[in-house]
C-alpha cells in the first residue's frame, strides 16, 4: 500500500507531561476505511494518544499527518477546519447537560451550516434513527441510560459525516448488550460512512470482534500490532498476558517499588 | 529562623499565585472580548444567558432591595426626626440607594447567586469533558460557552441594581408616608430637588456596570479554569463567591472616590 | 424551558428594568447638570471665597442658574478668580453683583447674583463681573466682633 492509502501516519511520537514520558515513540499507520483499534493497560498513553491525533495536545518530539498534513504544525483556524471531518465520542459521551437528545446531535449542524430549520430537524433525526434512538429526541441526557448516551453521543460525533472517527473507551461501563450493540454500530456506522475508526479500548474480546487491525501500547511504545486473527493465537508473551487477561506477566503486577525485603526488614529507613 | 523563612516563602508564594492568576485572568478577558462576536450577534446564546442570570435573580433582587428600603425607612426617619427634618427621608433613602446601596448590594446578591451558578455551570461543563467535546466539533468554548455567560452578566447587573434601588425607594416610601406619616408630596419633591440625574442615578448605573464586568469575568474565569473534579469546582464557586465580594467592594471605594469627589 | 417562554421572560426583564430607569430618570432625579452647550461662562475676582467650592451652585433670586467651573488664585492681584458656567436661558445685566453667602447658619455657600440696571448691556462668554462682594468669614466677624467690643470699653471709661 502507498503512503494514501493511510489517512493517519504517525511517526517516532513522544509525549512527556512535566517530566514523566508517556509515549516514548510510537509509530503508527491507520488505513483509510478501516477500524483500528489501540490497546493496552489502563495509563499506558492511549488517551493522550488519541489527543494527539486530534489536536488537543500538542507532542513532545515526532509527528502526527492526518491526510497528510501534519496535525501540531496547524493554525488554530486550520486544525477547526480539520475537526470538522473529524468525530469523537468520549467515555462517558460529554453530551451537553443542558440540551436535549435532538439539539445534542443537532448542535454541529447548527454551528457549522446555515441549513434551514427542517432541513436540520431531517438530518438530526436520520442520525438519530442510525443508532435507534429517534424517540428519543425529547429527552435530556440526565434521563438517559450510559448506552443509550453514549449512542446520543455517537449520533451527534457522525452528525458532519466525518471522514476519521476516534473513540475512547466506548465500552467503558456498559452492560453486555449495551457494549454488543456499541460495538456493533461502530462498526456498521463506519462502513456505511466510508469513515476511518481509531477506538482506544480494553476491552479484547469485543474488540476481537469487530475491528480490522490491532495495535497494542505498553509503557509509550507500539509493543505488538496484528489482525485480530493473528493476535488470537499470538505467542508474544505481552499479547498472551492481555487476551487472556493474567494478572502478571511482562506487565508487571507490582507498581515499581523498592525491594520487599529491604522495606519491611527496616533497612529502606536507614 | 527557619519559620520566618518558611513564613516569607509561604508570603512569596502566596504573592506569586495572585500575581499570576490576575495575569491570566487579564489575558482570558481579552480572549473573551476578542471573541464576543457571536455572543452578541447570536440573540438566543445572549436571551438565555440572560434569562439564567437576570431573570433567576430578579427574586432576591426585588425582596432584598424592599426590605433594605424598609429597614432605611425605619432608620432615616428615627434619625431625621430628631433634627425636625424628617421631609428629607426620601432625599436620604434614594441617596444611599442610588449611589452605594443599590449597585453595591445587588452585586454581592448577584454574586452569591447568579455568579456562582455562572461557575458551577461551566466548571460542571469542564469536569464531565463538555467543552472538550465542543472544542473536539470545532466550537470554540470561550466564544459559545464563555461569552454569553459573561455579556448575559454584563447587561443583567445594571438592570438588577436599578430594580434593586426602585424597590427600596418604594420600601422607603411605604415605612416613610405609608406607615410613619411624612408628608407625601414633600418625601418625593425634596428627593427630586437634591437627586442630580447624571451625578447619582448616572453614576450608580456607571458603577453597577463595572460591577457586572467583575463579577461576570470572575465568575466565568474560576469556572473554566477550575480543577475539573468534584472538589475542583465546588472550590472554584467559593473563590467566585468570596472574590466577587472584595473585588466589589475594593472597586466601590475607588469609584466613589473618582465620583464624588469635591461635590457639593 | 422552551425558547417562546425564555424569550418572554427576558422581555418582561428587560421591560421592567427600562420602567426602573423610567421612575428613576423622572420620579426620583432630576437634570440639574448643564448641558455645556447652552451656557456661557463669566467670570468674577473675589479677595475671600470662603469655603466655595468647584460645582457649587450659582442663583439668583434662590433660583438656580449656573454652577461654579474653576477656582484660581490670580498670581498677580492675589485675588480668587472664580469661573462660573450660567444657563443661557439667564441675561444678566453686565453691572450684575456677585455675593458669596452662606445657605443656612453653618452650610455650603453658593454665589448669588443680584441684577443689575444696565439692561442694554448684558453679561456674556468671557466677561467679567466687576461688582462683588467676598464670604463672610465666621472668624473675622466674631473677632471684629470682640474687638468693637474692646473698643467700645475702651471709649467709655
Redesign the interface.
Known amino acids: 500500500m502507498s503512503d494514501d492509502d493511510f489517512l493517519v501516519n504517525i511517526e517516532n511520537l513522544r509525549f512527556d507531561y512535566g517530566d514523566r514520558p508517556v509515549l516514548r515513540g510510537i509509530d503508527m499507520r491507520i488505513p483509510r476505511g478501516r477500524v483500528v483499534a489501540i490497546m493496552g493497560g489502563s495509563g499506558c498513553g492511549k488517551t493522550t494518544l488519541l489527543r494527539l491525533i486530534?489536536g488537543?495536545l500538542r507532542p513532545t518530539a515526532g509527528t502526527v499527518r492526518v491526510a497528510g498534513e501534519a496535525i501540531s504544525e496547524m493554525s488554530h483556524a486550520r486544525l477547526?477546519?480539520f475537526?470538522?471531518r473529524?468525530g469523537?465520542l468520549?467515555?462517558?459521551g460529554?453530551?451537553?447537560?443542558?440540551l436535549s437528545v435532538f439539539d445534542n446531535v443537532a448542535?454541529?449542524l447548527r454551528?457549522?451550516t446555515d441549513l434551514p430549520e427542517d432541513m436540520i430537524r431531517d438530518l438530526t433525526l436520520m442520525k438519530l434513527q442510525a443508532v435507534g434512538l429517534r424517540g428519543a429526541r425529547d429527552l435530556m441526557p440526565s434521563t438517559l441510560s450510559g448506552g443509550m448516551a453514549r449512542r446520543v453521543?455517537l449520533a451527534?460525533a457522525i452528525a458532519l459525516d466525518p471522514a476519521l472517527i476516534m473513540y475512547d473507551e466506548p465500552f467503558t461501563g456498559l452492560d453486555p448488550i449495551s457494549l454488543g450493540v456499541i460495538g456493533q454500530l461502530i462498526r456498521q456506522l463506519n462502513d456505511a460512512l466510508g469513515a476511518t475508526s481509531i477506538m482506544v479500548t480494553h476491552d479484547v474480546q469485543e474488540s476481537l470482534r469487530m475491528v480490522d487491525y490491532i495495535y497494542f501500547i505498553s509503557e509509550g511504545r507500539v509493543v505488538a500490532e496484528g489482525r485480530p486473527e493473528d493476535v488470537r493465537d499470538s505467542a508474544d508473551p505481552f499479547v498472551h498476558q492481555f487476551v487472556a487477561a493474567k494478572a502478571d506477566g511482562p506487565v508487571s503486577y507490582h507498581f515499581p517499588a523498592p525491594d520487599m525485603a529491604a522495606e519491611f526488614l527496616g533497612a529502606a529507613h536507614v | 529562623m527557619s519559620r520566618v523563612l518558611d513564613m516569607l516563602r509561604f508570603l512569596g508564594g502566596q504573592v506569586i499565585d495572585r500575581v499570576w492568576r490576575l495575569g491570566r485572568a487579564s489575558c482570558f478577558f481579552l480572549a473573551v472580548l476578542m471573541k464576543s462576536g457571536a455572543a452578541l450577534l447570536r440573540f438566543s446564546l445572549l436571551f438565555r444567558e440572560i434569562w439564567f442570570a437576570g431573570v433567576l435573580s430578579l427574586l432576591i433582587i426585588l425582596v432584598s432591595g424592599l426590605f433594605v428600603g424598609l429597614v432605611l425607612g425605619l432608620q432615616g426617619y428615627e434619625i431625621l426626626q430628631r433634627y425636625g427634618s424628617a421631609q428629607a427621608l426620601g432625599t436620604m433613602v434614594a441617596l444611599s440607594l442610588l449611589r452605594e446601596l443599590g449597585p453595591v448590594v445587588a452585586a454581592l446578591l448577584f454574586a452569591s447567586r447568579a455568579g456562582s451558578a455562572i461557575t458551577a455551570e461551566i466548571g460542571l461543563m469542564k469536569a464531565t469533558e463538555q467543552l472538550k467535546a465542543m472544542d473536539m466539533m470545532a466550537v470554540d468554548p470561550v466564544a459559545r460557552v464563555v461569552a454569553p455567560r459573561f455579556w448575559g452578566g454584563v447587561i443583567s447587573m445594571p438592570i438588577l441594581a436599578m430594580l434593586f434601588s426602585t424597590m427600596g425607594i418604594l420600601g422607603g416610601w411605604l415605612i416613610g408616608v405609608v406607615f410613619l406619616g411624612v408628608d407625601d408630596g414633600a418625601f418625593w419633591s425634596s428627593m427630586r430637588a437634591s437627586v442630580d440625574f447624571r451625578h447619582d442615578v448616572w453614576n450608580g448605573v456607571f458603577k453597577s456596570v463595572i460591577f457586572g464586568v467583575a463579577v461576570s469575568l470572575i465568575a466565568v474565569f474560576e469556572g473554566y479554569y477550575s480543577e475539573p473534579t468534584a472538589e475542583g469546582v465546588s472550590r472554584a464557586i467559593t473563590r467566585t463567591v468570596v472574590t466577587s465580594a472584595l473585588v466589589i467592594l475594593a472597586l466601590d471605594f475607588v469609584l466613589t472616590s473618582f465620583m464624588f469627589k469635591g461635590m457639593s | 424551558m422552551k425558547r417562546s417562554v425564555l424569550d418572554l421572560w427576558v422581555g418582561f426583564f428587560v421591560a421592567i428594568g427600562i420602567g426602573a430607569l423610567l421612575f428613576l430618570s423622572l420620579k426620583v432625579s432630576s437634570f440639574s447638570g448643564i448641558d455645556p452647550q447652552e451656557t456661557y461662562t463669566v467670570s468674577a475676582r473675589f479677595d475671600n471665597i470662603g469655603g466655595l467650592k468647584v460645582k457649587a451652585p450659582v442663583r439668583s433670586a434662590g433660583v438656580l442658574v449656573g454652577r461654579v467651573m474653576d477656582i484660581r488664585l490670580d498670581a498677580e492681584t492675589y485675588e480668587a478668580l472664580v469661573e462660573m458656567r450660567i444657563n443661557s436661558h439667564y441675561l444678566f445685566p453686565a453691572d450684575s453683583f456677585a455675593a458669596i453667602y452662606t445657605s443656612g447658619l453653618l452650610g455650603d455657600q453658593y454665589i448669588g447674583l443680584q441684577a443689575g440696571v444696565e439692561t442694554e448691556k448684558l453679561l456674556a462668554e468671557g466677561s467679567e463681573i466687576k461688582r462683588t462682594q467676598s464670604a463672610v468669614v465666621l472668624e473675622s466677624l466674631v473677632s471684629q466682633f470682640l474687638f468693637n467690643k474692646a473698643e467700645e470699653g475702651q471709649g467709655t471709661p
Open positions: 486530534s488537543q477547526y477546519a475537526r470538522r473529524m469523537m468520549f467515555q462517558f460529554a453530551l451537553f447537560t443542558d448542535f454541529p454551528e457549522h453521543a451527534r
